[in-house]
């Protein structure tokens, strides 16, 4: 078993960047594949971005690719991720999770089992 506490998310402007954080506790983290998930006001959690265990393979939703970056750093138990280009509908609470590892990066919120309490990410026009 593994817990998660996500960090980062706070107030910024249209244009902006934030890194958010999710640390992870207990099970190694190296076993799971992990992603991040968001949710905004009256609208069903949507996948954002996962990375493998190993951090070789990562997979983004088309509407941040090119402005988000998902990494992680084994040695910290820590994955981030990196926000540029912030728009307003980028606007929700940012979700870690994760999964055991299965080689394969999963974009429904379904597929994991862990997950952590969300950071919240305000980007105003």
Same mark, same amino acid.
């Given at each position: 078993?593994?817990? &998660?506490?996500?960090? $980062?998310?706070? %107030?910024?402007?249209? !244009?902006?960047? %934030?890194? %958010?954080?999710?640390? *992870?506790?207990?099970?190694?983290?190296?076993?799971?594949?992990?992603? =991040?998930?968001?949710?905004?006001?009256?609208?069903?959690?949507?996948?954002?971005a996962a /990375?493998? =265990?190993? !951090?070789?393979? #990562?997979? @983004?939703?088309?509407?941040?690719?090119?402005? &988000? #970056? /998902?990494?992680?750093?084994?040695?910290?138990?820590?994955?981030?991720?990196?926000?540029?280009?912030?728009?307003? +509908? +980028?606007t929700a609470?940012? @979700?870690? *999770? *994760?999964? &055991?590892?299965? $080689? @394969? &990066? @999963? #974009?429904? *919120?379904?597929?994991? +089992?862990? =997950?952590?309490? !969300? #950071?919240?990410?305000?980007?105003?026009?």
């Amino acid at each position: 078993q593994v817990q &998660l506490v996500e960090s $980062g998310g706070r %107030l910024v402007q249209a !244009g902006g960047s %934030l890194r %958010l954080s999710c640390a *992870a506790s207990g099970r190694a983290f190296s076993a799971y594949d992990m992603g =991040w998930f968001r949710q905004a006001p009256g609208k069903e959690r949507e996948f954002v971005a996962a /990375i493998s =265990w190993s !951090g070789d393979s #990562t997979n @983004y939703a088309d509407s941040v690719k090119g402005r &988000l #970056t /998902i990494s992680r750093d084994n040695t910290k138990n820590t994955m981030y991720l990196q926000m540029n280009s912030l728009k307003p +509908d +980028d606007t929700a609470v940012y @979700y870690c *999770a *994760a999964r &055991l590892r299965t $080689g @394969y &990066l @999963y #974009t429904s *919120a379904a597929s994991y +089992d862990y =997950w952590g309490q !969300g #950071t919240q990410v305000t980007v105003s026009s």
